[in-house]
């Protein structure tokens, strides 16, 4: 059992992307002392470039039945909606074992099941959490609109929406004539749509999360720009981290959020987490001049459009498996203009700019949260993937309960590292 802190303890959150500013401005609004560590600038790392949205829908594992005779298409086709780079196959392959371990049909099941569980809750979570620092105004909740060509696409896809049914998801499916009331400016080629009107988004997802971190500010928590070398323990349990400029600083509990870069503290403690890196591209658009009322998703070609403020686009999609430190393959970035155009028409590029970001991911979708096996004073919340946004606010939440030693309403098993 994982020792139960009160209010006035003190906490230590090591990484200052959305997940873990969640976790440190909820700990903080509960009454802890908490101090966020990040070798850089808040959000300015993997939460700086995501596409925005908080996928509530997203309750199907990547690992989906059938995987297998995709990985030989992954491999040759660098551009492709999921890439791996043959020369990070072999330390890449202990994750890919486990990854098509996962998408046999029992496992993706169970799967489904638990990232609905979590994924059920988002808006209740991030309700709370948004409005007490004062974000409302920022979250857009119109729904999304997932697009398809035809009628064979959408059947296509339909066994899956009638799967995310059966867990808690709405959706509704819309012919042209509707989709088109929806978004005036789609192109012809789309003749239909999946809307889920829980889905939501927020303009610029780095404005966001530097507002949440403002409100842990201030609330009184604090934060400190330096690099966390390693845990450090005392009396038979992890009392605190050790930096590079400030030395020793102590802690009732240790939080690691530090994304992708969580292997450090993982290794340290001889853990074996398949963490890898699940790149992500950007091109952001500040001058399109192009007015979209929700969140598009294109199912065939697997990326996104975010809507931004006065008229701005983010494009953002694509898998990519490799070293975080890999140099980018900018190409995935630019082919995302052509996509985009196919959809909404001509667009500005003026002060055009493109991102990659290294998503911490996990082969069966599913996050670690919770504490750490066999030390007491030390908690896991990483391994987030493509949902580190999405599942901010919940994970703060869950974490904030077991911390405390509150009944959580979620099963939290699934998300215990000891699964690995």
Not at 178 to 187: K, R, S, T, V, W
Not at 384 to 410: K, P
């Amino acid at each position: 059992m994982a020792d139960t802190l009160v209010a006035g303890d003190e906490v230590i959150v090591v990484g200052a992307g959305v997940v873990g500013i969640a976790i440190a401005l909820q700990l903080r609004l509960e009454g802890f002392a908490v101090t966020l560590l990040d070798r850089g600038e808040p959000a300015m790392e993997t939460s700086y470039g995501n596409a925005g949205a908080f996928a509530i829908s997203d309750v199907i594992p990547l690992a989906e039945p059938g995987v297998l005779r995709k990985v030989p298409g992954w491999m040759l086709d660098p551009l492709g909606p999921l890439a791996l780079r043959w020369r990070y196959l072999p330390s890449l392959m202990p994750w890919l074992l486990r990854f098509l371990a996962a998408s046999r049909p029992s496992k993706v099941a169970t799967l489904t099941r638990d990232l609905s569980a979590l994924l059920g809750r988002v808006n209740q979570d991030y309700a709370a959490l948004i409005d007490k620092a004062g974000l409302t105004a920022m979250w857009r909740r119109h729904g999304n609109l997932t697009l398809y060509r035809n009628q064979q696409e959408f059947d296509a896809a339909l066994p899956a929406w009638q799967e995310k049914r059966r867990h808690g998801v709405q959706w509704q499916a819309l012919p042209r004539s509707q989709l088109l009331a929806q978004e005036p400016l789609l192109a012809e080629e789309w003749q239909y749509a999946v809307r889920v009107p829980d889905w939501s988004h927020v303009d610029d997802p780095y404005t966001f999360s530097r507002g949440l971190f403002d409100a842990f500010v201030r609330a009184g928590g604090r934060f400190m720009q330096d690099e966390v070398l390693a845990t450090v323990a005392g009396e038979g349990r992890v009392s605190g981290v050790e930096t590079a400029r400030h030395g020793r600083l102590s802690a009732d509990a240790t939080v690691i959020a530090c994304g992708v870069w969580s292997d450090r503290f993982t290794r340290q403690h001889r853990y074996r987490v398949p963490l890898e890196s699940e790149r992500g591209y950007h091109v952001n658009l500040p001058r399109a001049g192009v007015k979209l009322h929700h969140f598009i998703q294109c199912a065939s070609e697997s990326f996104v459009i975010l809507p931004m403020a006065d008229g701005g686009l983010r494009l953002a999609g694509t898998v990519e498996l490799a070293h975080r430190d890999a140099p980018p393959d900018w190409r995935r970035a630019h082919i995302l203009l052509d996509k985009a155009r196919r959809i909404v028409g001509d667009f500005s590029t003026a002060d055009m700019t493109v991102w990659m970001g290294n998503r911490p991911s996990l082969p069966d979708t599913l996050p670690i949260i919770g504490p750490a096996p066999g030390q007491p004073g030390l908690w896991f919340a990483t391994g987030h993937g493509h949902l580190g946004l999405t599942l901010a606010a919940t994970t703060a939440v869950l974490l904030s309960d077991w911390l405390q030693g509150r009944a959580a309403e979620t099963d939290m098993q699934p998300y215990r590292l000891q699964r690995f």
